[in-house]
């Protein structure tokens, strides 16, 4: 009797452990941060530098 008792329980604790709802599940989605560099970033200020000394000696 007991191990009927035992089981009733166990099986009434892991049914309820189980129960959900039929909505959909919301996920969002990952935000995701591209930094935007040009690849000729770095030549433009020697190239500025390069034209304004031309200039001042000319």
């Not at 959900?20 to 995701?32: D, N, Q, R, T, Y």
């Amino acid at each position: 009797m007991k191990k009927l008792v035992l089981a009733a329980a166990l099986t009434a604790a892991a049914s309820t452990a189980y129960a959900g709802s039929l909505a959909e599940p919301i996920v969002e989605a990952p935000v995701v941060v591209e930094e935007t560099t040009g690849s000729s970033s770095g030549v433009l200020l020697p190239i500025l530098l390069l034209i304004i000394a031309a200039a001042a000696l000319a």
